[in-house]
């Protein structure tokens, strides 16, 4: 419920904004906007309200002026004979669907999802949408792509403003990192340090180094002293998302190599009876070695009921004391101690405070880099094993997390608003980006597509999408049912 609340919140959210950005441009150009709606409403809406109006929703409606629907006023509240609408907002019927997969700006004079063909029978109006230039009509249909891409700009600066960023850099892990096993299949091994990803430096910010090298074609690592130039397989990305969803990882891509620190001794258990304190590091067990905390837990595993021999390296005032300790582990290959898992125990933590002004650049950044990163993966979409990976709201549901986190929900509010952008700007028609492409060539060409052609164009893009939607969701049915 949690996961399925989170989804609902964050696409109301970015539905708003992308529709206010249409409807804040067609009101300033003077276009009439005759609905906003969050979610769709075939046949009836759960609530609509019309400003001085109506309101109402299930099929009923409470007027609130005694004055029929359709009388127009002037801003000064004196009836105009319908020659112009009255105020920014009251010309506007707001409302909220029961639908969940979008929402949408009835703008008046256009051909869009409503489909009203009889209005574009009619003679055109100074105020409708197709009497307004076409670099107006353009900004318009722009508009709600750029308020998307502008609200995950803001999201990002504010989380930095508001947290800052702590992190230890990729070039800090002195014990290089530990890889998945798609990873290692892939040509990396435990202990590569990243240095290069298609030639580009790897700035050490691990969540954005992690994205250039998922998508590069081939990254420079650091292997015992020597740079080693790995050539990435084209479904790499592929591979990864695989081996996450099948469940079986310990470790997505790649992570920090750290020692095995003891943090806490469970009294009664076989570590403590051996005599195992905090802060003893492991570094072998039964004379095998094992440099790292993945190691030790792999090696461990194997040896229910048995007495193994622990080594552990103990500080004890300025000197070091290598021990070998017998611990009896349970049925589970348990022996009751803590362990550090975090890196920042082992490293320097680096931490970048952000200040109202350095934040907005950061968020420029940051926005631009997962726009670039969403484009580069989305040509991966037409192969095979894309169609496979394809999901819906079953999908994009499940990257929330199980408990309700605000910072995380806004980063992935702001990475939707970022896909949400990215995918309506495409030229597709019944998309923001099939409207932009048709101005366009009037522009070019100085002259309109018919409006026969639009209408056939926009239901074409219709049926496309609404087949794309079922096959998506029909995808997380599959995966559901057929893990």
Not at 283 to 301: C, D, K, R, W, Y
Not at 374 to 394: D, H, I, P, W
Not at 404 to 414: H, K, L, R, V
Not at 420 to 448: C, S, T
Request: proline share 4%; charged share 25%.
């Amino acid at each position: 419920m949690i996961k399925a609340a989170q989804l609902v919140l964050a696409l109301a959210i970015l539905i708003i904004i992308h529709e206010f950005g249409h409807f804040l441009f067609a009101r300033i150009f003077g276009i009439r906007v005759e609905k906003f709606y969050i979610f769709f409403d075939p046949w009836k809406e759960l609530f609509k309200w019309k400003p001085g109006k109506y309101f109402g929703g299930l099929g009923k409606q409470k007027n609130l002026s005694s004055e029929p629907e359709g009388t127009e006023r002037d801003s000064t509240g004196n009836n105009d004979g319908g020659r112009k609408k009255s105020g920014f907002w009251k010309d506007t019927e707001y409302g909220i669907g029961w639908v969940p997969l979008g929402g949408y700006c009835k703008i008046s004079g256009m051909i869009d999802e409503s489909m009203d063909t009889e209005q574009m029978k009619q003679p055109a109006k100074p105020y409708e949408f197709r009497s307004k230039p076409a670099w107006q009509r353009l900004l318009v249909m722009i508009a709600g792509v750029l308020f998307n891409f502008l609200l995950a700009i803001i999201i990002y600066a504010g989380i930095v403003y508001a947290t800052g960023e702590k992190y230890v850099s990729l070039s800090d892990a002195k014990m290089g990192l530990e890889y998945s096993q798609a990873a290692q299949n892939a040509g990396f091994r435990n202990g590569d340090l990243p240095v290069r990803a298609d030639g580009k430096a790897l700035n050490g910010l691990p969540t954005e180094d992690r994205l250039l090298m998922m998508q590069a074609k081939e990254v420079t690592v650091l292997r015992d002293g020597k740079e080693v130039t790995l050539e990435m397989p084209e479904n790499f990305i592929f591979d990864l998302d695989k081996e996450l969803k099948d469940g079986n990882a310990t470790i997505n891509f790649f992570t920090y190599r750290i020692p095995t620190r003891i943090t806490q001794v469970m009294p009664g258990e076989g570590a403590a009876k051996a005599g195992v304190k905090e802060k003893d590091e492991v570094i072998a067990i039964n004379g095998i070695p094992t440099v790292s905390l993945t190691e030790f837990l792999a090696t461990l595993q194997g040896h229910d009921n048995e007495t193994i021999d622990l080594t552990v390296v103990r500080a004890e005032g300025s000197s070091n004391d290598t021990i070998t300790l017998p611990v009896h582990l349970s049925e589970n290959s348990k022996m009751g101690v803590g362990l550090e898992v975090d890196p920042s125990a082992f490293f320097t933590v680096k931490e970048k405070k952000y200040n109202i002004f350095t934040s907005i650049p950061r968020g420029i950044e940051m926005g631009v880099d997962r726009l670039t990163s969403y484009a580069k993966s989305m040509k991966l979409v037409f192969t095979k094993e894309g169609a496979k990976s394809v999901g819906g709201f079953g999908a994009i549901g499940s990257i929330f997390p199980e408990s309700w986190d605000w910072i995380a929900f806004w980063n992935i509010a702001a990475f939707l608003s970022v896909a949400l952008a990215f995918m309506n700007i495409l030229p597709i028609p019944a998309l923001d980006g099939g409207h932009v492409l048709f101005l366009l060539y009037e522009v070019i060409f100085r002259r309109k597509p018919s409006e026969k052609f639009l209408e056939y164009a926009q239901m074409t893009g219709m049926v496309l999408l609404i087949a794309l939607l079922l096959y998506a969701n029909g995808m997380d049915i599959v995966r559901f049912f057929f893990k």
